[in-house]
């Protein structure tokens, strides 16, 4: 099956910087790509996607890009704010399959 | 309702105690997944449903775990006699899954923590 890497486990990042987290897939089958954010308490959110007929998306301050040859995605986030503070995990999907994902990034921003 | 819809929000058994989980997804949607996420850790896969069928149940840890879907809408993920190791948040996400191999965006409820003593 289907197997998410995710790195790193812990990022903290000053209130203005970026940050970039970094996900590796096994299965080339995978066509789906989200991104989601978890705070405490509750359950993930969707903020990104991208489909793997498309290289790069970006939605504000974030961004996705997808390298599909070396089977890697990433997750950019620019002029990070204290709000943006969260878990951050990344999924894998094959066509009519199911979700699997990374093991999480918790991200932290200091004001 | 407006999104997934997850109850009980926290569940205490005493261990070897049955429990039911119940989700309600959003309206129309097809595709119901159940994942369960231990403290720290990202969502596991359970088992997933393309309406009442349950197309993969291959995450399920034990014969005590079992999900249904009978009318394709509420699911149910039953765990019996409850062990320690199954304190988690049980997590539910749907999606409208028009078909073909176009995946389209899954959204979660709250989850629901079930600690076991």
């Known amino acids: 099956g289907e197997n998410v890497e995710q790195h790193p486990s812990t990022l903290s990042v000053q209130e203005g910087d970026s940050a970039v987290i970094k996900c590796t897939y096994s299965?080339?089958?995978?066509?789906?790509f989200p991104w989601y954010k978890q705070e405490l308490g509750k359950g993930p959110q969707l903020i990104i996607d991208?489909?793997?007929?498309?290289g790069e998306k970006k939605d504000q301050r974030i961004a996705v890009t997808l390298n599909k040859t070396a089977k890697h995605f990433s997750l950019h986030i620019t002029e990070t704010q204290p709000e943006d503070s969260a878990v951050y995990f990344c999924?894998?999907?094959?066509?009519?399959?199911?979700?699997?994902f990374g093991a999480g990034t918790r991200l932290t921003v200091k004001p | 309702g407006a999104g997934v819809s997850q109850s009980p929000r926290y569940k205490v058994a005493k261990r070897g105690q049955d429990v039911a989980l119940r989700c309600d997804p959003i309206?129309?949607?097809?595709?119901l997944f159940w994942y369960q996420q231990a403290l720290g850790q990202g969502p596991e896969f359970l088992t997933y449903?393309?309406?009442?069928?349950?197309?993969?149940k291959s995450g399920l840890p034990s014969d005590r775990f079992f999900a249904e879907r009978p009318e394709g809408s509420v699911s149910t993920l039953k765990i019996q006699r409850t062990q320690q190791e199954d304190s988690a948040v049980y997590l539910c996400?749907?999606?409208?899954?028009?078909?073909?191999?176009?995946?389209?965006?899954?959204?979660f409820g709250q989850g629901t923590r079930l600690t076991v003593v």
């Open positions: 996400a749907s999606s409208f899954r028009q078909g073909g191999d176009m995946n389209t965006e899954a959204f």
């Open positions: 299965d080339s089958a995978s066509n789906y």
């Open positions: 449903f393309q309406n009442e069928a349950q197309l993969d």
């Open positions: 309206s129309g949607h097809v595709s």
């Open positions: 991208i489909r793997s007929n498309v």
């Open positions: 999924a894998a999907t094959r066509p009519q399959d199911d979700m699997r």
